[in-house]
């Protein structure tokens, strides 16, 4: 079974930033794709960023520019670094494994999800 841990949510004003961490003990990010996800009350499950097992980092078209995906393989935590928030941000961020990247968005992959506890993140003045 693999655990996720993610962190780091919090309130903050618009025009802010936070920080997430996802993190998991007992296996290498390192040899899976692990992406951030959000769902806002009444809507869908977003996909949000992906950092592939490769090393290379995928946003959203909806938040490019704003957010970016970083993985410390030493500390096996992925980050997604938020900017510039907005109250439409607002939501529970959710770390998974695995993510597809596709065009733009950020899908999970079929078959291979696993998923974080869920960090909530508040954008309001």
């Known amino acids: 079974h693999l655990q996720l841990v993610d962190s780091g949510g919090g309130l903050v004003q618009p025009g802010g930033s936070l920080k997430l961490s996802c993190g998991a003990s007992?296996?290498?990010?390192?040899?899976?794709?692990i992406g951030w996800f959000r769902q806002a009350p009444g809507k869908e499950r977003e996909g949000i960023s992906c950092?592939?097992?490769?090393?290379?980092?995928y946003i959203a078209d909806s938040v490019k520019g704003r957010f970016t995906t970083a993985r410390d393989s030493a500390k096996n935590i992925v980050y997604l670094q938020m900017n510039s928030l907005e109250p439409e941000d607002t939501a529970v961020y959710y770390c998974?494994?695995?993510?597809?990247?596709?065009?733009?968005?950020?899908?999970?992959?079929?078959?291979?999800?696993?998923w974080g506890q869920g960090t909530q993140v508040t954008v309001s003045s």
């Open positions: 998974a494994l695995e993510c597809l990247p596709s065009g733009g968005t950020i899908a999970t992959k079929p078959g291979m999800v696993y």
């Open positions: 007992d296996f290498s990010f390192d040899y899976y794709n």
């Open positions: 950092f592939s097992m490769d090393g290379t980092a």
